[in-house]
Nanobody, 123 residues
Framework: QVQLVESGGGLVQAGESLRLSCAPS????????MAWFRQAPGKEREFVAG????????TYANSVKGRFTISRDSAKNTGSLQMNSLKPDDTAVYYC????????????????WGQGTQVTVSS
């Protein structure tokens, strides 16, 4: 069983940056694809970015493309989401997820989730 723990959320102003981290516990995360999702109040959980098991392939939601960068460090068994040029619309709880299918944008395809970390962007 893989358990994921996110960190790095916070309150920032529009235009600033944040870096989220995802660390698994319980077993290695190396063989799993990883993704970041977010959920704003009253909205459905939406895909933000995904990375395959090797880190060689990435994919992004159009709304964050060019501003966010997903990465992973296999040696440290961790994942990250670098968020630049943040906008108030990026305000949400951000979740790290793990699964076998790279790039799938449906939350139901990811069996492993973190508890979420709040990101708030003020205007």
């Amino acid at each position: 069983q893989v358990q994921l723990v996110e960190s790095g959320g916070g309150l920032v102003q529009a235009g600033e940056s944040l870096r989220l981290s995802c660390a698994p516990s319980g077993r290695t995360f190396a063989n799993y694809a990883m993704a970041w999702f977010r959920q704003a109040p009253g909205k459905e959980r939406e895909f933000v970015a995904g990375i395959n098991w090797s880190g060689e392939s990435t994919t992004y939601a159009n709304s964050v493309k060019g501003r966010f960068t997903i990465s992973r460090d296999s040696a440290k068994n961790t994942g990250s989401l670098q968020m630049n040029s943040l906008k108030p619309d990026d305000t949400a709880v951000y979740y790290c997820a793990g699964g076998l299918l790279y790039g799938t944008r449906s939350p139901t395809q990811y069996p492993y989730w973190g508890q979420g970390t709040q990101v708030t962007v003020s205007s």
